[in-house]
């Protein structure tokens, strides 16, 4: 299976725990993967303005970079990314003056006609390599570990780029029991974080953090599981100020989901990249002798 | 105005032009609006707006510009689309709400400011929360 892999800003900086686990994942399950040359920042959301197409341009524009690659699919790790790089490829797909518009400004590229299919990384794990094929491939199970599973908003709304389109969102528990780890009852799964408003409203934001973490301590979870990069600033690295501040009643780890998967198929943890997560989450492995 | 003021209508307080420009820029027909107060219900920052999301549509239909853009409503939203997905009437009101911060950031009137940012956050933060943030709170 060849597949082009899109990484995007963040996972090559900040979010290197999300990226390196991934890709050293990718090539234990023998995804044949290979990461898009010359792409660019996707823009990291979908413009929403009718009349707002420029910022259409730089998502369309490592589709095309997909197409002279010779694939047809394009696999994300990062949330926002795919949200955003599906939203344009469905607006090229679907909005033939639009289309029209945004090729004929790019008029050093080829047309593009939305014919990639844009896809998370946690579909591929569902869809191509298949939970029974994953089962097989486990050698360090996560014995007794009890996790809230987060999607966040943008791998599930809007609902023509949802990754689970039965508006039941049921992926990462199945991830999460293929691992052999215990998914709990979590009534926040697909709330907001806060996103983007710990820049400009962050007391927002970190109260929307709060509402989130507070839904994962009562259902008993030790950790939470996420893809998303902003969302584990909001909820991860921000637990400090929470904590300081007396919002929370506890801590909880958060781990990204390729993190979970590079440690059950008996990777080096060292690819994990946990010194980029909070201190408790490499500790909570060790105490529960996953590590 | 206070919240709890009545709002009076008349044809001077009604501004078709603002009524139209938002139409336009989200290309939602707001009017549809039933006032259900779904949107209200799945927003994850109902308890910071001064008033609610159903509060300003019926605001933006009834064209009272400025009261819609003397709340901070749309400011708050964090285009999680949970209102959008939920609404009965199937208008998009993460478009509409895009809309509103487009007219004040069209006048070049920033929300947010990076200068007011300190050095550690930017160290900290992850690019796509700058990114993001700077889209849809800087014009």
Known sequence: ??????????????????????????????????????????????????????????????????????????????????????????????????????????????????????????????????????????????DGLK??????????????????????????????????????????????????????????????????????????????????????YNLGKKQEKLLQDEMLSRGIPTFYFTQLLAISLGLDFETCRFELNEKACLELLKNKRIL | MSDDMPIKLSTRTIKNSFINKVRELSGQEFNKCMQCGMCTGSCPMAEQFDISPRRIIRMAQCGLEESVVDHKTFWLCASCYNCSVNCPRGIDIARVMEALRLLTLRKNIDYAELSGLLEEEIRELPQIALVSGFRKLTG
């Open chain 1, 1 to 142: 299976m060849k597949v082009t892999y899109y990484p995007g800003c963040t996972l090559k900086t900040k979010a290197k725990n999300l990226e390196d686990a991934a890709v050293a994942s990718m090539a234990a399950l023998g995804i044949d993967f290979e990461e898009l040359p010359r792409w660019n920042c996707c823009g990291a959301v979908h413009s929403l303005a009718d009349d707002d197409l420029i910022h259409h341009v730089a998502p369309v524009r490592d589709l095309i970079r997909v197409i002279e690659q010779g694939s047809q699919k394009v696999v994300t790790l990062c949330s926002m990314c795919y949200n955003t790089l599906a939203r344009a490829n469905l607006l090229m797909r679907e909005d033939e003056e639009k289309r029209k518009t945004i090729n004929g400004f790019m008029d050093e590229e080829i047309d593009y006609l939305g014919e990639v299919d844009v896809l998370h990384f946690l579909e591929v794990l569902r869809d191509e390599i298949g939970w029974d094929s994953l089962r097989n491939r486990i050698e360090v199970p996560l």
């Open chain 1, 147 to 232: 996790v809230a599973s987060y999607y966040g908003c943008t791998l599930l709304r809007p609902k023509d780029v949802s990754i689970e389109p039965t508006g039941n969102p049921a992926l990462l528990n199945r991830l999460i029991i293929t691992l052999g780890g215990t998914p709990v009852e979590f009534d926040a799964a697909s709330a907001c974080c806060g996103s983007y408003q710990i820049l400009g409203n962050p007391e927002a934001a970190l109260a929307a953090a709060k509402n989130i973490l507070d839904e994962a301590i009562k259902s008993g979870a030790e950790a939470i599981v996420l893809s998303c990069p902003l969302c584990e």
